[in-house]
């Protein structure tokens, strides 16, 4: 029986101590040179202390974030007093890592625009991620820079690259990335141009005294150097985990909930994973009611979530930790954007059941 769709899991998985680094929302490349980088690290993180940032100061930040593997978060929302809701509460948050995730957005406005809506009636903020393709390369140029601008809006933090962001050719997205306020995130592509200064193959976000390590993987696209996107992901994982202190990592995994054979999917990187503790899911448009709980090789939980394209759903995952920085409890609930007043989950839910199926048919 459909009913509310949330979810709670106790941990298995123990998470290493690590020390508090900073308390402000802050985004990090880690490398050997982070040392030698600090200086400018605080520099940048002072600057961070407005809830309003000036385009030009941001687009400085963002140079000096391309300069010093370091970028900085300071995320609108749709006014300056969610910003500071958004950031106090991220920072005040002592013992939850709040994640609200998309995946298949499609270029679609229309969802965009429901899924700013609901997260402005949300109490608690967190950060904002996807899992690729939330362009659409049929869309103009001016409406894929539409949905960039509604992302920049929303105060999304971090993408993968779905095959959508990479069909028109790696000048054309690296022409966008610009204009992005988030980053974009992915460790198994290798990039022959301009493209390969703007993608990240990591980035790490401090959420309060919480180190959350984010990367992205996704399948073979023309055009693009392919590696393991398995071995990619766990290579990342651990080093995130290990050297970078992570207390979560997650994947944005544009690789599919499930694809046939020896093809890589985020079944199979569940798996075969060891220091992934979420993967944000799709490609396949998949519909899940709710987050696929798998072990990972050391028989820890992995979690496995994807919502609706087209912005249709949006899941918020809040990760409970205790005794210092040990994992020990999950939360997961699946909102549908467009919800109508009066309508509950499950008859919505039945509804895009339906749709999933006459897209699956067709
Ligand atoms: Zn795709």
């Known amino acids: 029986m459909i009913c509310a769709f949330v979810t709670t899991i106790?941990?298995?998985?123990?998470?290493?101590?690590?020390?508090?680094?900073?308390?402000?929302?802050?985004?990090?490349?880690?490398?050997?040179?982070?040392?030698?980088?600090?200086?400018?690290?605080?520099?940048?993180?002072?600057?961070?202390?407005?809830?309003?940032m000036k385009n030009d100061r941001r687009q400085f930040l963002n140079q000096m974030s391309l300069m010093a593997g370091i970028a900085v978060l300071s995320k609108p929302m749709a006014s300056a007093a969610a910003i500071g809701k958004r950031i106090n509460t991220l920072c005040a948050s002592g013992t939850n890592v709040t994640i609200y995730h998309t995946n298949d957005l499609h270029g679609n406005l229309g969802g965009l625009n429901q899924i700013k809506t609901l997260l402005e009636k949300e109490e608690t903020a967190g950060l904002i991620l996807d899992a690729g393709d939330f362009l659409n390369s049929s869309h103009s140029l001016q409406q894929q820079k539409q949905v960039i601008c509604a992302m920049n809006t929303i105060g999304y933090h971090t993408a993968a690259i779905g095959d959508e962001e990479l069909s028109l050719g790696q000048d054309h997205l690296a022409s966008l990335v610009p204009l992005m306020r988030?980053?974009?995130?992915?460790?198994?592509?290798?990039?022959?141009?301009?493209?390969?200064?703007?993608?990240?193959?990591?980035?790490?976000?401090?959420?309060?005294?919480?180190?959350?390590?984010?990367?992205?993987?996704?399948?073979?696209?023309?055009?693009?150097?392919?590696?393991?996107?398995?071995?990619s992901a766990n290579q990342i994982a651990g080093m995130l985990k290990e050297k970078g202190k992570c207390d979560l990592v997650i994947c944005l995994s544009h690789l599919g909930y499930w694809q046939a054979g020896d093809k890589p999917d985020n079944l199979k990187l569940a798996a075969q994973s060891e220091h992934i503790d979420m993967i944000i899911s799709d490609h396949n448009h998949k519909l899940l009611s709710g987050p696929a709980i798998?072990?990972?090789?050391?028989?820890?939980?992995?979690?496995?979530?994807?919502?609706?394209?087209?912005?249709?759903?949006?899941?918020?995952?809040?990760?409970?930790?205790?005794?210092?920085?040990?994992?020990?409890?999950m939360r997961s609930k699946h909102f549908i954007t467009g919800q109508p007043y009066g309508q509950t989950f499950a008859d919505a839910f039945s509804s895009l059941k339906s749709i999933e199926k006459l897209r699956v048919s067709a």
């Open 10 to 52: 106790r941990s298995k998985s123990i998470v290493p101590a690590s020390k508090t680094v900073c308390t402000r929302l802050s985004i990090e490349n880690l490398s050997d040179i982070l040392n030698f980088l600090f200086q400018q690290y605080l520099f940048i993180h002072l600057c961070t202390h407005h809830d309003t």
């Open 182 to 231: 988030f980053n974009l995130v992915n460790c198994n592509y290798g990039f022959n141009t301009e493209l390969s200064k703007h993608i990240k193959p990591y980035v790490i976000i401090h959420s309060g005294k919480f180190k959350i390590g984010i990367t992205g993987v996704g399948h073979q696209v023309e055009g693009v150097t392919y590696r393991d996107a398995i071995t």
């Open 294 to 329: 798998k072990l990972n090789k050391l028989k820890q939980e992995v979690i496995i979530s994807c919502t609706a394209w087209d912005g249709l759903m949006m899941n918020r995952t809040i990760f409970g930790f205790e005794n210092g920085k040990q994992k020990s409890n």
